[in-house]
């Protein structure tokens, strides 16, 4: 492997979440790098790998450097000369992996952790990890995916026009009420979203450990069912519409693949960026309680160390005079999520993840928001560690619950 030109200046230090939680040089990206340039990947022992894994690929370390590496790239690059089940928790990874591969099956995980969280969650103790995991599934109630039977309100049920949607397998599959949601909303401006039912995962987990093939596969089976399509692709996860966008580059010595991706991706347009076009009226019901929803918004990392991603999402909830939106004083944090990286270092993640919730908490949050379905998994295992009774939602839940009337 060619020696990666990096400076070691440091900046990456200052933004990594892992490094700021566990203090380890070899957390920071130039930690990273220096091994990969001293040692290579021919000598990549059990810890070797054990290293390589503690990234939550959130891209601040390739948004800050001055010049200009794609670290997630390298790591990434790396990660594809280890074994599938490499690391730590590798076999725990590898099996989200096969998960995700047959997205449909993650209907009856919910069923499953629906039905668990109401039997035993809460007999389980305060730090069982059991517990936290079944936290996701409360209130959400076993049964199939959204077919989009919703019933609108007369005002609703106006002539619509269609518009392209990707909307997660998570969110079709773990959390079918955020797409409920942003079907009421879309309702109320005439338009109706709509998705086939065989568009893959989006591949980004495959990506993140390594597997490019698996990512690709998963690429050129989304590419074939949207380039049949026209129009505007509305995404409304935050960590699918990034990998989308990914596609040129996890196709970039595949010309003809290549080609198709570009412009596949020229017709993605992110959820809250979809809604600044269009005006939502608000409602009342808000207002009738006589406060304002107390609303805090969390960041994806996908896109707030992504400039190719312009995030309205802050302008969509401020456009209401029904919500008060709340800010962190040193401004946006990762939650530790990382897609597989709470799998492989819960304890690390935990902890990035506790901080952020604590601190959030006393702003006194009536909920807390975000449009990246990992992020919203890991919001509620954090809420329910804390003991908190705020709920954790999509921001198309949100919306509806102050604009659609």
Same mark, same amino acid.
């Given at each position: 492997?060619?020696?990666? +030109? ?8 200052? !933004? ?5 939680? $566990? ?21 990549? @022992?059990?810890? &070797? ?32 000369? &280890? @074994?599938? !089940? ?18 449909? @099956? ?31 599934? +409360? ?8 077919? /989009?039977?919703? +019933? ?37 401006? /005439? ?38 399509? *026209? ?7 935050? $960590? ?46 808000? +207002? ?10 969390? *960041? ?29 004083? *040193? ?6 999520? /990382? ?47 804390? /003991? ?9 839940? !949100? ?7």
């Amino acid at each position: 492997m060619p020696a990666i +030109k990096c400076a070691k200046c440091g900046a990456c230090s200052a !933004v990594c979440p892992v490094f700021r939680n $566990s203090g380890r040089e070899s957390h920071t990206a130039r930690g990273k790098l220096h091994l990969l340039d001293v040692l290579g990947l021919d000598k990549a @022992s059990t810890e &070797f790998v054990d290293i390589f894994s503690a990234c939550l690929l959130c891209g601040a370390c390739s948004a800050i450097c001055p010049r200009s590496i794609d670290i997630s790239k390298e790591l990434v690059i790396a990660r594809e000369s &280890f @074994s599938a !089940v490499a690391g730590p928790h590798g076999y725990e990874k590898y099996l989200t992996r096969k998960l995700l591969a047959t997205p449909g @099956s993650l209907a009856g995980l919910r069923v499953l952790g629906s039905a668990g969280e109401k039997l035993i969650g809460a007999y389980l103790p305060e730090d069982s990890g059991l517990r936290l995991r079944l936290a996701m599934f +409360k209130g959400n109630l076993p049964g199939k995916a959204s077919s /989009g039977t919703k +019933k609108f309100s007369p005002t609703q049920l106006k002539e619509t026009k269609k518009i392209n949607w990707f909307p997660g397998c998570a969110a079709r599959y773990l959390y079918p009420e955020s797409l409920d949601s942003c079907r009421s909303l879309f309702a109320n401006i /005439g338009i109706t979203p709509v998705f086939s039912t065989s568009l893959a995962c989006c591949g980004i987990a495959d990506w993140a450990a390594g597997d490019i093939k698996g990512a690709q596969k998963k690429g050129r089976q989304n590419i074939q069912i949207l380039e049949e399509t *026209d129009g505007p692709i509305m995404v409304s996860c935050a $960590s699918c519409l990034a990998q989308l966008q990914h596609y040129p580059k996890l196709f970039a010595e595949e010309g003809g693949w290549q080609d198709r991706a570009e412009k596949m991706t020229s017709r993605l347009v992110e959820f809250s960026a979809f809604l600044e076009k269009h005006e939502l009226v608000d409602q009342t019901e808000v +207002k009738e309680r006589g406060t304002k929803l107390r609303v805090f918004y969390h *960041d994806p990392c996908h896109m707030r160390h992504n400039d190719q991603i312009v995030d309205n999402s802050r302008n969509q909830l401020r456009k209401s005079v029904n919500v008060e939106v709340l800010e962190l004083p *040193d401004g946006p944090r990762c939650c530790g999520q /990382g897609g597989l990286f709470h799998i492989a270092h819960p304890e690390i993640s935990g902890r990035i993840r506790d901080a952020l919730v604590k601190d959030v908490l006393k702003l006194q949050p009536d909920v807390i928001t975000t449009t990246c379905s990992g992020c919203l998994m890991q919001w509620q295992q954090g809420l329910a560690a804390a /003991g908190s009774h705020v709920k954790a939602e999509h921001l198309a839940q !949100v919306l509806e619950k102050t604009k659609a009337p």
